[in-house]
């Protein structure tokens, strides 16, 4: 299929998409770049990333990624990404996350060195007034972020996604990636990925808490996609 082959494919599902859910084509845009709806689709794109990133760095002839799409239940978590052993059958849950807006600190009290915070709660319309938001540690097995959402300024009306108003945050990001312009620094982020096991970040209780702290660097609780396959075998073994 040819480029504009492709185009004339979405093209035509857009205008599809429209009629059967009765949406302006003209005011498309508008309703997706929506403040209330954004957040939304980008999570949800997320999912399809992390799922796209997980058979990416997975070896196909040992592991089935597949993304899917479950219904949720009350006070349940949805399901993201499964990840299948192929030689053991054993199936894993994944769950993608995106990163707080604006939440990359050069140091706070807490936490002396560069960090950033992870949104890693129960999605409010999924949930009854009773139940708590925190995952426990079994609900999934492996958690993924990259750290775009980081550095994007929080609370604005702004167009777009600018970037947070902190300029020594943004300078030593820049370097820290070796980029030498805003949009190279966007896409350093989006392919910048972090993974953690729950176990490494619950409390004594086995609940996680709902916005963990990823240090930019040697963080002991997160790794990069280098060393995901060695932690799900470890998972699959019981270590």
């Not at 660097?217 to 075998?233: C, H, I, K, S, V």
Request: with cysteine; net charge positive; proline share 5%.
């Amino acid at each position: 299929m040819s480029e504009q082959q492709a185009a004339l494919r979405v093209y035509r599902s857009i205008r599809e998409y429209c009629v059967i859910y009765n949406i302006p084509e003209e005011n498309l845009l508008d309703i997706l770049e929506d403040q209330k709806v954004l957040p939304m689709i980008r999570g949800k794109a997320t999912e399809y990333i992390g799922a796209a990133i997980l058979r990416q760095a997975l070896d196909q002839r040992d592991w089935s990624v597949a993304k899917l799409n479950l219904n949720s239940q009350a006070g349940a978590p949805d399901e993201d990404v499964s990840i299948t052993f192929r030689r053991t059958g054993t199936r894993l849950k994944a769950e993608t996350k995106n990163a707080v807006r604006g939440s990359f600190k050069m140091k706070t009290r807490n936490t002396p060195a560069p960090h950033f915070a992870v949104k890693c709660h129960k999605s409010r319309s999924h949930l009854t007034r009773a139940t708590n938001d925190r995952y426990l540690i079994g609900d999934f097995d492996v958690l993924l972020c990259n750290v775009s959402n980081a550095i994007f300024r929080g609370k604005t009306l702004d167009r777009g996604l600018p970037l947070i108003d902190n300029k020594e945050a943004v300078l030593w990001i820049m370097q820290h990636y070796g980029a030498n312009s805003d949009a190279e620094l966007r896409r350093c982020c989006y392919d910048d990925w972090r993974v953690c096991l729950p176990a490494a970040i619950a409390d004594e209780n086995g609940t996680l808490p709902r916005t963990p702290k990823v240090l930019m660097t040697g963080d002991p609780d997160w790794f990069g996609l280098d060393q995901l396959a060695p932690n799900l075998r470890g998972l699959i073994n019981g270590g």
